[in-house]
């Protein structure tokens, strides 16, 4: 029995999105994701029996996609028996759409690649063919001179990281201390601001106000005695 590998085309803008929320993954990174893996499934299965089906009809007439799964590689599916099971698996929430404004046109030549495989999937997938090969080997081959470029640079920026972390590290720490010595000087300045408060509003009362002259007099006498202590240090002399 000769197997028959099924390749699912789903939309890399919404692959890339959907890497992008889950992993934080840049945009250009899922595209480059997509295009790698699509890239294996199709020249990986090259000389064999193998279907293109839509992610979009698998979720819209599972059904009808399954029927030409089975009719592809020789195979009855019994799905009525696993319907209820199938249909409460194949929700709309697997369906992630694309963010708005979000276009291959914005990624440039990483774009056109992963625009020309798509439209190769979907057409063999709706028309039940097999794609333009020497399209693909075209977009192959751009795509691998592009990777034999970025490598030399990912290493070198993975490189330059790496030396990088100690000092982000070090100034990671001093960041954490200034921050905490700036809550402590808030804590203070909260502190002294409220001891502000409560003075104004003692100076405020009429018991302070009354006793004001008493504080004045205990001032001078304070005064006098050090004046006199002072005197008689000269003196002793």
Partial sequence: LAPTFVITMRDAVEIAASLQRRNGFPMEKGLLLWLAHMQSAEYGTRGTRRIFVSYDDLL???RGTVERIGASAGVWFDCESHAAEIEGFLSKDLRHAAPAGASLDQFGELGAWVSTLSREFRRAAAEGV???IALLDRTYEAFAAFITILRPVESFTRRT????????AELTNQVKGLNEQVAAYQKETARLQGMELRVAAMEATLSWRITAPLRSLKLR???ARKSARRTLRMLAF
């Fill in 161 to 168: 990281l790496a030396e990088l972390a100690p000092r982000v």
């Fill in 221 to 223: 006498v304070w005064l």
């Fill in 60 to 62: 819209r007439d599972w």
């Fill in 130 to 132: 097999e794609p333009d």
